[in-house]
């Protein structure tokens, strides 16, 4: 059986981090406004977004 330790884990993020999750929560948000509005997205790039989204992104350090 897989012991899920993360789940209910008390996080103690700091403040640069949780500045970056908001950025990653609102640019998320974004992309699917986009993707339910009038706005045209080819079919191509919409899966692309859909493949992608909510993934973590690798950044440098």
């Known amino acids: 059986m897989i012991k899920h330790r993360n789940i209910g884990?008390?996080?103690?993020?700091s403040?640069?981090?949780k500045k970056l999750l908001q950025?990653?929560?609102d640019a998320n948000k974004l992309l699917i406004d986009?993707?339910?509005s009038e706005c045209y997205v080819s079919r191509t790039?919409?899966?692309q977004?859909?493949?992608t989204l909510l993934l973590p992104v690798k950044t440098s350090r």
């Open 9 to 13: 884990h008390d996080w103690q993020f």
């Open 15 to 17: 403040d640069g981090q």
């Open 23 to 25: 950025q990653y929560y």
């Open 34 to 36: 986009c993707l339910n």
């Open 45 to 47: 790039m919409r899966q």
């Open 49 to 51: 977004i859909e493949d």
